[in-house]
């Protein structure tokens, strides 16, 4: 026989919070310590963010805090409190950002799952670094996880955003 | 998913044939419209409509099986019965039936099949996306069934015009006549609905494909950059409630008894609830089940599994190695004489670990429990088991549960088996509420359907410096007799590549020992293809450098008969430049190489490595493949370098491990996949041919770890007989520091 410990309740009651998401100030009730994540997912129906590992360890779950890349999976609520929240839903309204023009242009996703994270992961990087090179991309990548192995198209795709950007155009 | 035949595959595809014609009146059909539906020999005709996912409207209660519905207002929907986790057949299966409904592929819309007899894959006994062979299953079936969409709709065009249908021909979605006239496809679709399905219709020539061949955007692209692409995770129902599962730690226990007092009392908590996959909290948002469900006190009763481990799994497969042949899977010749009488003979054993299939997308599923019915979400490869599964645990007949096949945040073969969907049935029925289950990486990871380990023993014999014997005993779990009992005789899905070793030898021996080993094993990508290849091409590598020759030299030889193997061997040897890399010296390249045929698609591959001071790098993977027709080679080469991925942290990393019956791997940092910045080159190469479409979503996974393995043998005279390497050649290293 095994016993799985109880973890102590903390007795954390929902509490009313505003968060900014995508330029709206939007109205929460939760307990302080949800994950972000799980707010943008449950109580506001973004379920374009992806629950992958709960604890930064795949970046499904990326999206910008105050224009940087962060895992909202592990991001309280409590501290994204008048900091400005971008998710793969705010990225454009037309999928015409940058990144997204490249991702369509080269068939990026497979399955799909890990491509809101990689996104935006990869908009915060040109945010960065208009040019990056391989060796950028790999350190800006490295923390997103994609088990169907669209890396080599993720590689491509982020410097013909690049590309994008630079000219104001699809070429 | 099992392999060559592993679920009863017909030797060759069954001929499509149209028996039933169903009439729809405009009202019975969205926007009144033309629904083509085809019934498949062996088929019954049994299923409930499939009125709802399809948004076939049935009222008539006949039973109707279709790809396709046009309405009034030229929208065209395919019904795709293959489910999306990734592999294009979302895209490959529309361009097969827009290339002779003379459509383009942006004019389809896709909506998943219900469940339905017509949807079954004669390929895999059942509708299931699996074997790597959805194109192979449509190529003919959804052909035939564009054109004849687009016989009757000419037909009811030179009906309205009075004139011979010969005269019209089918363009871009209209119907056009020889004094430029046209009606669209919206315009005719309720006169052609009323018109007899030819019988039999000629389908194109491949050298008139508008479509096929060509490397088309993907359908589900847009999508999946915006965030609005719905897996199973996202389903949104009014009223839905969420909920989190405690299982028991060591795999097949149980619950003894629950305290959930703390837990019952925290904030949002609806339920709690017992059932035989474990303890279910069902809460108004994830995050407050998932808190609830850590408060609760759990005592398990371990079972069977308590001390399980992986020194005691490996005993068990050990001991069936040595205890006799098991059943014979192929005897070409007599082997066992022809070792005996051999001047020379060689002796190897190789092992491979359990794997986990670490879908992107954990577990999850969506269910609606009614007391006349069910509705079910879930990213499943399973319709039909989902169904009845989703049925047992409501206490309804399978005919009342409506399965809505959600994207998959991956599939890999994990979700062919069903294990999540009972507990979120159980739940909604509970609550009389939606209820979205959702196990978390841990869950997913620790309660896995794995990858069977397996022992392969070969042996093989020369006379002189030919190649006479050649025996291989495999011994493995069996998941087909889990997962789709009964298996007669030998399992076809642990035998892969095996039963079909190309290399010519007068005496062959496969034989097959099924040795269970307590916790239940899955399909993965590739399935036996990937242990049974890496003992293959690892001894064919051994049995070269004991004859002395060039491991592809040795191969090509072997190979006279066989000029598809023989062609992508060739082929991969000159793109990698076989022979010519330098060798030898500190920073010197060596390559190895692997060679197999599965999912009747024909490989090679060459891996490019250096060993430094101990240290392992991949530096190049180069795949060539033949995999006949393709559809769409975009997506085939999406498929081959993601199977090389795949494959490539299996072969690197990949390992189960159990203690105590505890998988001891919970997430990403103990499970170690592939990262973006740790790939090294890719080369695909695709072959033109004109043989039948192969499987591709599966095969290019196996030959990672045997090019590996031959490629680290030649930089370093070490023979790695399994897997994982890279611990291995850590240990190596550090033993070369010291």
Redesign the interface.
Same mark, same amino acid.
């Given at each position: 026989m095994m016993q799985t410990a109880p973890v102590q309740d903390t007795q954390a009651r929902p509490q009313a919070f505003k968060i900014t998401v995508n330029g709206r100030e939007l109205a929460v009730e939760a307990a302080a310590d949800t994950p972000l994540l799980w707010i943008l997912r449950d109580h506001l129906g973004m379920t374009g963010t992806k629950f992958g590992c709960g604890r930064a360890l795949c970046g499904a779950c990326t999206v910008h805090l105050d224009g940087a890349p962060v895992r909202s999976c592990s991001i309280p609520l409590s501290t994204v409190q008048g900091r400005m929240i971008t998710t793969i839903e705010g990225l454009s309204p037309d999928r015409s950002h940058a990144v997204q023009r490249a991702w369509i242009e080269l068939d990026v996703p497979q399955c799909g799952y890990c491509q809101s994270g990689q996104i935006m992961s990869a908009a915060a990087l040109l945010e960065a670094n208009p040019a990056p090179s391989d060796a950028d991309i790999d350190t800006a990548m490295s923390g997103n996880l994609c088990r169907c192995g669209t890396y080599p198209r993720i590689r491509h795709a982020i410097h013909r955003a690049a590309e994008i950007l630079k000219t104001g155009t699809g070429r | 998913m099992s392999g060559s035949g592993g679920l009863r595959a017909p030797a060759t595809a069954p001929a499509v044939q149209v028996n039933r014609r169903e009439f729809l009146d405009a009202a019975a059909t969205l926007g009144g419209g033309l629904i083509i539906g085809l019934s498949l020999p062996g088929c019954g005709a049994k299923s409930p409509p499939a009125a709802d996912a399809a948004g076939s409207a049935d009222a008539g209660g006949r039973d109707l099986n279709a790809w396709l519905r046009i309405g009034a207002d030229d929208t065209i929907t395919m019904i795709v019965d293959r489910s999306?986790?990734?592999?294009?057949v979302y895209t490959a299966l529309p361009m097969l039936l827009a290339e002779e409904l003379e459509i383009g592929l942006d004019a389809v819309k896709i909506v998943a099949a219900p469940v339905g007899d017509a949807y079954v894959n004669p390929g895999n006994g059942g509708q299931i996306t699996g074997t790597s062979n959805s194109v192979q299953d449509a190529w003919d079936k959804l052909r035939t069934a564009g054109a004849q969409a687009r016989t009757v709709l000419i037909a009811a065009a030179a009906q309205a015009w009075r004139i011979d249908a010969v005269e019209c021909r089918a363009q871009n979605g209209r119907v056009v006549n020889p004094q430029g006239g046209s009606m669209t496809y919206g315009e005719l679709a309720a006169a052609a609905a009323k018109l007899p399905l030819p019988k039999s219709v000629a389908l194109k020539a491949p050298g008139s494909f508008r479509l096929l061949g060509r490397p088309l955007?993907?359908l589900?692209?847009?999508?999946?950059?915006?965030?609005?692409?719905?897996?199973g995770?996202?389903v949104?129902l009014p009223g839905m409630l969420?909920a989190a599962l405690?299982q028991?730690?060591?795999l097949g226990?149980s619950v003894?008894s629950v305290?959930s007092a703390?837990a019952g009392?925290?904030?949002?908590v609806h339920q709690v609830l017992v059932t035989a996959s474990g303890v279910v909290v069902v809460a108004d948002?994830?995050?407050?089940a998932l808190?609830a469900r850590?408060?609760?006190?759990?005592?398990?009763?371990?079972g069977a599994n308590a001390t399980l481990d992986n020194g005691g799994i490996r005993k068990l497969l050990r001991k069936a190695a040595a205890s006799g042949p098991g059943l014979s899977a192929r005897a070409d010749g007599d082997a066992t004489a022809a070792l005996k009488s051999a001047h020379r003979t060689l002796r190897a054993m190789y092992e491979l670990p359990l794997l986990a299939h670490?879908?992107?997308?954990?577990m999850n599923c969506t269910a609606d429990v009614r007391p006349d019915g069910c509705d079910l979400y879930v990213g499943t490869q399973v319709q039909q088991v989902s169904q009845s599964t989703a049925a047992m645990a409501a206490g309804l007949l399978p005919s009342q549960v409506n399965v809505h096949t959600t994207?998959?945040?991956?599939?890999?073969g994990r979700r062919l088996d069903v294990d999540f969907i009972p507990a979120a049935v159980q739940a909604s029925k509970a609550v009389g509420a939606p209820v979205k289950l %959702?196990w978390?990486?841990?869950d997913d990871m620790t309660h896995d359907t794995y990858r069977p380990p397996a022992i392969l023993d070969l042996a093989a014999g020369f006379d002189g410096d030919r190649l006479t014997a050649w025996r291989l005993h495999i011994v493995s779990p069996s998941i087909t007799a889990r997962m789709f009992p009964p298996v007669k005789g030998v399992d076809d899905s642990v035998i892969e590549y095996a039963v079909n070793f190309p290399y010519d030898v007068p005496n062959v021996a496969v034989d097959y020992s099924r040795q269970e080993i307590g916790i239940d094993v899955g399909y993965m990508r590739s399935v036996s293809h990937a242990p049974n290849c890496f003992a293959i091409e690892c001894f064919m590598d051994e049995l070269a450098h004991a004859a002395g020759k060039d491991p592809y030299e040795f191969r090509r030889q072997l190979l006279e008969k066989k000029p598809r193997h023989r062609r992508v061997l060739e082929a991969v040897a000159e793109r990698a430049g076989w022979g010519r890399t330098p060798q030898g010296g500190q920073q010197g390249r060596h390559q190895g190489i692997a060679l197999m045929e599965g999912y009747t698609t024909h490989l090679a591959q060459v891996a490019e490595v250096s060993v430094h001071a101990g240290a392992l790098k991949v530096h190049r993977i180069v795949c060539v493949v033949d995999c006949g027709r393709m559809v769409n080679p975009?997506?085939v080469e999406?498929?081959i370098?993601?199977? %090389? %991925?795949?494959g490539l942290s299996a072969a690197l990393w990949g390992e189960v491990t159990i203690a105590g019956g505890v998988v001891q791997q919970t997430?990403?940092?103990a499970y170690r996949?592939?990262?973006?910045?740790e790939?090294p080159q890719?080369e695909v190469q695709l072959l033109d041919s004109d043989a039948p479409p192969g499987g591709i979503g599966e095969p290019s996974v196996a030959l990672v770890a045997p090019a590996l393995c031959n490629a680290i043998f030649a930089a370093t005279g070490r023979r790695l007989r399994s897997l994982p390497i890279s611990p291995q050649m850590t240990r190596a290293a550090a033993a070369h520091s010291a």
């Open positions: - | 999306e986790m990734g592999q294009g955007p993907r589900d692209t847009p999508g999946k950059v915006d965030g609005s692409a719905e897996f995770i996202d949104k969420h405690a028991s730690p060591v226990g003894k305290d703390a009392k925290m904030a949002g948002h994830f995050w407050q808190r850590d408060a609760l006190q759990v005592t398990w009763e371990s670490a879908t992107m997308e954990p994207l998959l945040g991956g599939g890999f %959702i978390t990486r841990e975009r997506i999406s498929q370098v993601g199977g %090389i %991925i795949f997430n990403f940092d996949v592939m990262r973006g910045n790939l890719i």
